[in-house]
């Protein structure tokens, strides 16, 4: 709570902003809601106005009258569903620019290691990286405040690094083999982020694109990914949405437009107000119309992902392999509010080609909601198809007939049992701790002239991650409170050394590197590979 006492103007000011915000709320109201309707909302506006102003004017103690209202839009909205929500104008901004392509700020990947903020990698032609920093670099203060020490939060580093393009941000760098702090003054600029965070040729044939994320340059990203693969000679296409949360549902339109024909239906979407309904067709020639797709999916696999997904399974133009996705059909338009804060309220649902909406059942309770993943764990979903029910009232059909289900998530047309034999709980640990990445720094530090002439060809098929390295691993986990556990180690010693080789792959090359290493270790990835021929059958032949 607030200790400052509140005065005329902060009683009246809650005051006016409720009538102000009720008379708008009315206003619109009624323009768009029957008659009966209208009543009930001015009566709530003026029951929630009676209340804040009470609030306000008699509680005992002082109130943070701004706290009290942003908690209560957090519980209305609870009530709804489990995606309409509200982002504080602290919030908006960061949440905002994860998404835009784009942000300001001094270009680095970060993270935060013996609470000290660290250069994990400059990204390319970023402002740091025409500095000089340097993977490992300690960032100890920001504009002569010390930063180390202290808890930094993600959220801090955000604070203090981003910023508006042409600032200027001085930062204190501590540098392994230097003693005095060495001083940089880093204009920011702006920053571009990827969400097609790999492509690359398998073979001879098969090009793979991983995206990670649809935001407002994936469209474009993708595009260029296509282009390039087609030049190397790609011909069948395996595209990898595991574990992608989703975005702009735009992106997602404009990416199944590039790989269907003919003006098939790529999604539709039904909301309460018409203005809200609409059906997405392929309209504009695509990068790969031609050609055979598998689509890889998981548990993960949401939003967005599905709608790929959902148009590819229900158009019958490539194979959808992995595990049953998310199951998130609901549209959220974003509404930005007069104090910077977000609204993002849920003003539809969505349905695949077919008709169907693949949105998983939710009630009142978000706690449930959530804990849906672990529902599918214990009961056997991600180890056998067999263990998945589906409601035959919600059945339908594709283009050549196929039958597919609604009701949750996009069941694959082949299913792919998760691999657990290799991974432990104390691998688990491991990776959870920042320990891997402080090994991963310190080894490559030290050893930079095995790799100084190391090509990634040499690297991926010849390079083996060694016993005594990962004995190093495990003394730095231990220094990090990771408690060895020999049996587990034992166990997941191969699976350990394909993540160190992945991840070490990642800074000494690129995203590429990281992933045609641990893509040998990915079963979806691998079954995948296997299945182009069915994916062309079903394609090409009627």
């Known amino acids: 709570m607030s200790e400052a006492k509140n005065t005329k103007a902060q009683i009246r000011l809650p005051i006016l902003l409720s009538i102000g915000v009720a008379a708008g709320i009315w206003f619109g109201a009624t323009f768009a809601e029957p008659k009966n309707d209208r009543n009930d909302l001015k009566s709530a506006i003026y029951k929630l106005q009676e ?68 250069v994990v990698s400059p990204l390319t032609g970023g402002p740091s990286e025409k500095l000089g920093l340097l993977p490992g670099d300690q960032i100890v203060t920001v504009d002569g405040k010390t930063v180390a020490g202290i808890g930094v939060t993600n959220r801090d580093v955000f604070d203090l690094l981003r910023g508006p393009k042409g600032s200027v941000v001085d930062i204190g760098i501590k540098r392994k083999n230097n003693q005095d702090l060495l001083d940089f003054s880093i204009t920011r600029d702006k920053i571009p982020q990827y969400s097609v965070n ?25 595009r260029k990914a296509l282009t390039d693969l087609k030049a190397q000679g790609m011909t069948k296409l395996m595209l990898d949405l595991q574990g992608n949360p989703g975005g702009y549902m735009g992106a997602a339109i404009n990416i199944a437009d590039e790989l269907l024909s003919n003006e098939a239906v790529i999604v539709s979407q039904e909301g309460k107000l018409k203005r809200y309904n609409q059906k997405a067709r392929a309209l504009r020639p695509g990068a790969f119309e031609d050609g055979s797709i598998v689509v890889l999916i998981n548990e993960g696999s949401a939003s967005a992902s599905e709608i790929v997904a959902g148009a590819i399974q229900d158009n019958d133009r490539g194979l959808i392999v992995g595990r049953r996705s998310f199951g998130k059909g609901l549209v959220q338009m974003p509404i930005d509010l007069s104090d910077g804060a977000e609204l993002r309220l849920t003003i539809a649902r969505y349905y695949t ?67 657990t034999t290799m991974s432990s709980p104390y691998v688990n640990r491991l990776f959870n701790s920042e320990a891997w990445r402080e090994f991963i720094l310190d080894y490559l530090d030290k050893n930079k002239k095995v790799y100084a002439n190391m090509s990634f060809d040499d690297y991926y098929h010849k390079y083996e991650v060694s016993d005594a390295m990962l004995n190093e691993l495990i003394k730095v986990g231990e220094k990090n409170k990771v408690k060895f556990v020999e049996k587990d180690f034992n166990k997941s010693k191969p699976y350990l050394k394909t993540l160190i080789k992945a991840h070490m792959g990642r800074n000494l090359y690129d995203e590429n590197a990281f992933y045609r290493v641990i893509n040998d270790i990915n079963e979806v990835y691998q079954q995948g590979l296997n299945l182009f021929d069915e994916a062309t059958k079903l394609a090409f032949i009627d």
């Open 51 to 118: 209340i804040i102003t009470y609030i306000n004017r008699d509680y005992v103690d002082s109130v943070n009258t701004n706290e009290l209202v942003e908690y209560g839009i957090e519980k209305m909205l609870n009530k709804l569903d489990p995606h309409s929500s509200y982002i504080t104008a602290k919030d908006a901004k960061l949440a905002k620019s994860q998404l835009e392509g784009e942000f300001d700020g001094i270009g680095i990947e970060f993270g935060i290691l013996r609470d000290t903020i660290y």
């Open 198 to 222: 790999a492509s690359y040729m398998i073979d001879e044939e098969v090009g793979y694109i991983k995206i990670t994320r649809f935001a407002a340059n994936t469209h474009e990203e993708f």
């Open 353 to 419: 080609p077919s008709g169907r909406s693949i949105q998983k059942p939710y009630g009142e309770d978000e706690d449930d909601y959530g804990m849906d993943y672990f529902r599918r764990l214990e009961h056997g979903e991600f180890f056998t198809a067999d263990s998945i029910s589906f409601n035959d009232s919600l059945k339908y059909e594709t283009v050549k007939g196929r039958t597919v289900y609604g009701g949750g998530g996009i069941m694959p047309d082949y299913f792919v049992p998760m691999d």
